[in-house]
């Protein structure tokens, strides 16, 4: 060790004297000529000046250069004391132990960034081996969106805590930052100050990185830190720190040789704590706006400029930790392209272009994110093996299972209590200043809906709120159809939230409730994807809702509903006396007219054809119209699946409930025809399925009495 660490300063010495006799020649060369050269403002010629900035970057070099030899001598210290202890035999890497909490922190902000940190979630947890807890420094939107997922996802062994990122603004939003991040960009500089106290240490990530491998060996990095390293990073892969190398007058931040990414960042934050963290890096980033104006890269200038002040506190990562996929990435050289080169741990596509930059090994790395983006985040809801925590009732809920298993109708009931992982807000959504009678349009779809979308979006000019029920990789299809759409694109005021598919059934009741539970307004259109409303319904529902629902809270409107055979939109009626020289002609008919006239014949089309003023009318057995209520009103129930009394009993509930049902003169919905689902398929010939429905029944209506004290007196049997 000693042969090794004389070695290293000779180096050092010998890089040194050679600046010093470059400066001194250089200064004797040029002194004769220097009375006829102009100065700068600071008495400095022109050569002067470009012979201190070499000086500055070689000063650079050298201590970069020290930094590297002693991170070197550190890690053969520690090498020979695991091998004088017996712990370094087998050439495995460390790990934590079994039940050890790796804590991960991530800066996540709006609609976009909390759908990309998904597919780093499902990275991390896909090797994971140990406990993780994440902590989330989120705007609102974000916790709104991420609190939900995660509560839906309920993945064992896995923590998620958010924290209010306003409360941190005002320390970084004093400086001017042209990275597209904005201010979000800047806040990893405040962890010590709105992380707990209690919290020692904890790894950092951008939202746009994907792990290759277990985040548990990045975490046991920690032990080799040294009394002062306080922070782990990976040197940046590309030149942008290197003044005047991407272009001539190109002057970045000032950093310690190539600089260092902040992708990835093994942050301890009881010591920088001790060292007044925040006092530090807020005197360095005054000092260096004097002359740098703004940051480029946000969070990433400021360390840099810190540690190129502060080199001690610096753990130099290997690169397998940042491999980064900018356009000017020298990742392949530097990194993993080299006869020695180390595996690729963590892929990082920072560049504005994303999966799309400019790099020719791009394709290969853009495939394993891509495996990550479509993978069933459901398949990681698995217990750690070395990790077991027995809860409460265990063996209990196993012998209920066990029993329950043996019911033939134990995955019909199941599947009706499933709480489905949810991504609500899935695309960019903006909340309107809407009037207090404004109603949103409440439908839920599965992929091969898809198509129906922009025919309701154009018809519908109020808010919508749509649950779409897909799997992982479905929802990305729901992407690409959503970008390849200039009306969808268009309208920021339709909700689009993702329920991912979990069972063999279809939850149209729990999808409802999620698309109603996220409407925006206080009145709701409770609609089914394959009806097309009435042109200017949105409208005209809002003086309805003042004449009829105000001082009515007990009171839901119905829209009469038709149907048509013919698929095209041309045919769509513009006014009601359309509509009902069609319904003479044959050309529309009353919904389910010939199928299920139980389901709209209590609507009274008779009357509807020349009515012109809103009239009552009674609940029916099997009634299950279309209706306007306030958004507060009685929730469907979940354990109606498929296809069969899923409305039904969502009427029958409100009619025990004391509602009135009043029918509007002047809307109406169209059914667009469309093949058969696979639920009404299964309905129809699974006698199986009709059974366990009809126990579902008998079982509703009893309960239903029970809770509201109203008897039916209905006979569910068909």
Known sequence: MKMVRMSGWRVVVVVAIWLVGVLVLTLHRYDGNRAGEK??????????????????EGEDQVQWLKLQLSSSQNKISQELKKTSLGGGGGGCEPVPLPCEAVHVAIVCAGTEASRTVVTLLKSILFYRRNPIHFHFISDKEARKILTHLTSTWRIPQVKFRFYNAEDVVDDVSWIPNKHYSGVYGLLKLTLPKILPKNLEKVIILDTDVTFATDIGKLWTIFQNFDKSQALGLVENQSDWYIPGKLWKNHRPWPALGRGLNTGVILMDLSKLRRQSWSQTWRTVAENDLVTQLSTS??????????LRRQSDLLYPLPCKWNVQMSDNSLSDTLCYDTKHGDAVNVIHFNSPKKLNSVNKHINYFKNLHLTFLQYDGNLLRRELYNCHTARDGDTQVYEDDLASSQDSCHSFKSSGNILYRSHIYFLPF???????????LVAQLSLDRLHMLEQIVNHWKGPISFALYLTDPESQN??????????????CDVGYHVVYKESDFYPVNFLRNLALDHAVTEYVFLSDVDFLPS????????????NLLLNQPQRVLIVPAFESQRYKAAHFP?????LVKKLDLGEMFTFRFHDWPAGHAATNFVKWRTSTTPYTVGWKRDFEPYIVGRKGMVRYDTRFLGFGWNKVSHIMALYAEKYEFVVLPDVFIIHQPHSPSMEIGRYRTSQAYRDCLQRLKDEFIEELEQRTGKKLGIETKE
């Open 574 to 578: 513009d006014t009601k006396a359309e």
């Open 430 to 440: 903006c909340t309107n200043n809407h009037t207090n009678t404004a109603v949103t």
């Open 297 to 306: 890269l946000a969070d990433q200038d400021v360390l840099n400029a810190v």
């Open 535 to 546: 042109l200017d319904m949105a409208r005209t529902l809002q003086t309805s809702i003042t």
């Open 39 to 56: 100065t700068n403002w600071m008495g400095f010629t022109d050569r002067e000046a470009r012979l201190a900035q070499r000086v500055r």
């Open 478 to 491: 729901f992407l690409q159809f959503y970008e390849n759409s200039a009306l969808l694109k268009s309208r």
